[in-house]
């Protein structure tokens, strides 16, 4: 398939606000900044349908994308964001878990890191924690544009390491920016697809039918 359509369902703080459990879901989790709505922009070559911001903080919610009614990308509230109430980031965390841990319908969950920097502690924690649900522990490093390839090389290695990544466990470098590892993101997504029985196949489409 090609992508025809994809829309913006809801912004969901409780589970009762989720969409109903009937489509596969594939959400994007990682530090404020990082690059979750500009990444899922990119994918569905779309400029502004996630809303993105220089700002940290802009995604606060658990926010729904349909794609073709067929499934939905999901954009969590990002963490680690300094200029925030104790009060304000536990409830984050809560949104965050009860999304991860009550999902049935959650195919994947994607970890966005920095591909500049060294993952944090929250990195980690958020890492293990995908691990320990059982999902694959996939990593998108962002930002690729901003580092020369070597110095690309080296970082995957840093942020392998520190993340305690097991070797088979897919790294893919994006970059919003340039749009360089837009096929092998989709590639893995239709692996995921495939190795889940399901059958949906999106195929390549380049920028230029941006809407
Ligand atoms: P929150 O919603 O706060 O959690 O942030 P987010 O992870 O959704 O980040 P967002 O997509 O809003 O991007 C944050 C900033 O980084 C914006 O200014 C983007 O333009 C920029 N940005 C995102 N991806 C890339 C990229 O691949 N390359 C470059 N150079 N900039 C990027
Ligand atoms: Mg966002």
Known sequence: MKIKQSRFMI???TKSQYPESDLPELAFAGRSNVGKSSLI???????GLAKTSSTPGKTQLVNFYDIDGLFRFVDLPGYGFAKVSKAQKASWGKII???LTQRENL????????????????????YDWIRSFGFRGIVFATKADKLSRSQCAAQVKVIRKTLEMPPEAPLVLLSSDNRSGKYDAWDLINRLFEEEGLEIFVERQSATAEK
């Open 107 to 126: 195919l994947e969950v994607f970890q966005l890191v920095d591909i500049r920097h060294k993952p944090t502690g929250e990195d980690r924690e958020m």
């Open 41 to 47: 922009n990119m994918l569905l070559n779309r400029k």
């Open 11 to 13: 912004s969901a703080v």
């Open 97 to 99: 878990e009860t999304y």
